[in-house]
């Protein structure tokens, strides 16, 4: 009988692709995901809804852009969701007064400056970004309801709606505009100094500090593109429905975040890309689109995304201790 040995260099090969097999496990839930709701429905894999999954997806996807930045830095933002409905009842809100663009301006600007806010409270007052955008949330979801008068806010200039109505090919104008930003963050992650110490900042503070990185800089930074996102995310939902509704992106915060660690970024901060977040956002898209095609109890569809998160979990964490063991 012949024995059959494992070489040292077999071996190692076999360990790299493990890791990298582990690494992008969330292309593996997606296929998996698009393999099941295939079989499981007729009306899954057809050109309209991989459309409607993209422009479904795209405003958590937008939220999870920033939201990255922020938790790579080793912090989090609760109050995305509140910031994007802020952001959408301003821009409906101020046509009258001021026309659509400006109106559209006036809402960036003011999400934009939301997101300064809370980095600046978070890096002066030495508080958890928990605690400040847990604040941040309740306090700007109370400024929506006075703003809005806690009535929704109907668009009188239809021009603004028509614009969420651009299409290239099944492609939205919405989705186009998240993998784009998507595509312009992944560069700035990886080819740019902000990028490159926005890991080092989540990786190790104090190292960071010794290194003559200005952590507070790229943390006040970081939260304000977090903002920003919020805002475009708003904008664009205020324009596909012709209405902004205070209660509009309520929990999105934590569908948000789901998404971001699907992907697989360390809620430690310091690791993680653009890129396997945009793969947490397909995946909670499909899933979501899925199970609502099956006419799955909500109950179901939320049991399920539990399930998924917690063993993205674990692989990450298996994922750590492989790193570590080396």
Not at 50 to 79: K, P
């Amino acid at each position: 009988m012949t024995a059959i040995h494992t070489t040292p260099q077999r071996t190692g090969a076999m360990t790299h692709a493990t890791r990298a097999l582990l690494r992008n496990h969330i292309w593996l839930f997606l296929v998996l995901a698009i393999a099941v709701f295939s079989g499981a429905t007729p009306y899954f894999l057809t050109t309209n809804n991989m459309g409607n999954i993209l422009t479904q997806g795209a405003f958590i996807g937008i939220l999870a852009i920033g939201m990255t930045l922020v938790i790579l830095n080793g912090e989090i933002d609760l109050s995305v969701g509140a910031n994007l409905a802020l952001a959408g009842a301003l821009a409906i809100g101020l046509q009258p007064a001021v026309g659509v663009w400006p109106a559209i301006g006036l809402a960036f600007l003011a999400s934009t400056a939301l997101g300064v806010l809370n980095g600046l409270l978070v890096v002066s007052s030495g508080m958890h970004s928990f605690i400040v955008t847990l604040g941040g949330l309740i306090g700007i979801r109370g400024l929506v309801f006075v703003y809005t008068g806690e009535n929704a806010l109907m668009v009188e200039d239809f021009s603004y709606t028509e614009l969420a109505e651009v299409y290239l090919g099944p492609l939205s104008l919405t989705a186009m505009i998240f993998l784009g930003l998507a595509a312009m963050f992944q560069w700035i992650l990886s080819s740019t100094r902000h990028g490159r110490e926005t890991y080092s900042v989540g990786d190790n503070i104090e190292a960071a500090h010794d290194a003559g990185i200005n952590i507070k800089r790229h943390k006040v930074i970081n939260f304000g593109i977090c903002g920003a996102m919020a805002g475009i995310a708003g904008i664009l939902l205020s324009m596909r429905l012709g209405t902004a509704e205070p209660n509009a992106g309520r929990i999105w915060e934590l569908w948000t975040i789901i998404a971001v660690v699907l992907g697989g970024t360390r809620l430690q901060g310091g690791y993680g890309s653009l890129w396997m977040t945009v793969g947490g956002v397909l995946t909670l898209a499909v899933l979501r689109n899925g199970l609502r095609l099956l006419n799955t109890p909500n109950y179901v569809e939320l049991m399920v995304m539990g399930s998924v998160l917690i063993l993205a979990l674990g692989l990450n964490r298996l994922v750590e201790m492989r790193e570590g063991a080396r």
